[in-house]
């Protein structure tokens, strides 16, 4: 897929692609608003395997099921607050 890397990533693999130093930015699919600990588990399982590591990660995968799990639960109980702020006003005033 075509897409922008931002922040530190996209400046090293800049800066070695111009200074021709070998770079590598390992990158997980994350939820966009909160951490994301089976995303984290899924980068740790790919350096592991590009540095010929032996990593159990079965551990990360089931605390990110028991985020997951809580997550889901938190967002269920979780209710909608308006402010006084946020009350749509009248239209002409």
Do not use: F
């Not at 600990?37 to 099921?65: M, Q």
């Not at 028991?66 to 009350?87: G, S, Y």
């Amino acid at each position: 897929k075509n897409g922008i890397i931002a922040g530190v990533s996209g400046v090293l693999l800049n800066k070695g692609k111009h200074e021709r130093v070998n770079v590598i930015s390992i990158l997980a699919e994350a939820h966009p608003n909160y951490p994301d600990a089976r995303a984290a588990a899924a980068a740790i399982e790919v350096i592991a395997l590009l540095l010929g590591l032996d990593i159990n990660v079965a551990p990360l995968y089931e605390e990110a099921e028991r985020i997951e799990k809580q997550l889901q639960i938190l967002h269920k109980q979780a209710k909608p607050v308006v402010t006084a702020d946020q009350t749509p006003g009248p239209m002409y005033g």
